[in-house]
């Protein structure tokens, strides 16, 4: 419960840090893949910020922790970061 609260709090504060921002649809591509991609398929993503080798290790860390959140909670995560999405380009 706690991990779900965090990577939606973490959603919250990255795509609506400002009332008139909009996420950039590669951000959210990405956070969508956080949940959803295996380790494998996420990492070539985060090649492109250019981040050091040990924050990347950082990532792919908590991912392994967010892979074991269950399907049906994963969903609910995605919908809900369809709705800050859909709020934050309002």
Known sequence: MRLFLSVLLVALALCCYE???SACPAFVAD???FL???P???EPSL???NAPEEAVEAVLHVKSCTD???IPRKTILTE???KITEKCAN
């Open 36 to 38: 959803w991609k295996t």
């Open 31 to 33: 956070l969508s893949g």
């Open 19 to 21: 009332a008139n921002a």
């Open 68 to 70: 074991n959140i269950s």
């Open 80 to 82: 809900i970061l369809g």
């Open 40 to 42: 494998g398929l996420f």
């Open 47 to 49: 090649a492109k910020y």
